[in-house]
Each structure stands twice: as C-alpha cells, then as structure tokens.
C-alpha cells in the first residue's frame, strides 16, 4: 500500500488549501481513510477521518466547519479542503488508510491507522 500525499504550502491566515492523497495497493474500495497532523512540540492528531464505508466523517473540533474531507473511490484519492486557515493549522499532515472494517470515522481519528503516507507541509502565516 502506498499513499501520496500533495498540496501543502504556504498561505495567509485566512486562505485555502487543498491536500490530496492518492492510495494505490488496496485489494477493495472499502477502507478507511483520513488526515492526521503534527505540529513541532505537539502530540500528532486526528484533523478528519472516513469509516470503511466512505460514509461515516469526523473532525477535530478545531476545525469543524472549516475543512471538508471527501473521498473519490474511483479514483482512490481522498481530499481535504481546508478554508479559513488559521497560524495554528501549521504542521505537517499526513494522510492514513487502513482496510480494517470500522463504520466510524471518528472511532478512526481517534486510534489511528495501520498505512501513513509521507506528510506534507503546511503554513499558515498570519
């Protein structure tokens, strides 16, 4: 399993990026997947997440309403949109995948998952 993670950069407070993961290696389309992030001096969290059956999300509190996580299944590429970046999104962002059978998607932000891809950065200047 691979996961490609692209998008990141550097953005005013106030701005938008997109980030994508492009996954390849599953044997079917029903897997979970999300973004995780981890700020300098930080513990690594959870930002969004999607259950096994691409119908269940979860966000941080700290971003609800801001970022939109989606998944294209034909694809196998999972986005998150995140608006209204704030100085305290900066961090670098890893998205995740495991092909373990959980519905929830915040049962899966907030144990991890088994495949992590290589981050990506992303600044928010203010």
């Known amino acids: 399993v691979q996961l490609q993670a692209s998008g990141g950069g550097l953005v005013q407070a106030g701005g938008s990026l997109r980030l994508s993961c492009a996954a390849s290696?599953?044997?079917?389309?029903?897997?979970?997947t999300g973004w995780f992030r981890q700020a300098p001096g930080k513990e690594r969290e959870g930002v969004s997440c999607?259950?096994?059956?691409?119908?269940?999300?979860a966000y941080a509190d700290s971003v609800k309403g801001r970022f939109t996580i989606t998944r294209d299944s034909a694809k196998n590429t999972v986005y998150l949109q995140m608006n209204n970046l704030k100085p305290e999104d900066t961090a670098v962002y890893y998205c995740?995948?495991?092909?373990?059978?959980?519905?929830?998607?915040?049962?899966?932000?907030?144990?991890?998952?088994?495949?992590g891809g290589k981050g990506t950065q992303v600044t928010v200047s203010s």
């Open positions: 290696g599953f044997t079917s389309r029903s897997y979970a």
């Open positions: 995740a995948a495991d092909e373990r059978e959980r519905y929830s998607g915040r049962y899966w932000c907030d144990n991890g998952m088994y495949y």
């Open positions: 999607i259950g096994s059956s691409g119908r269940s999300t």
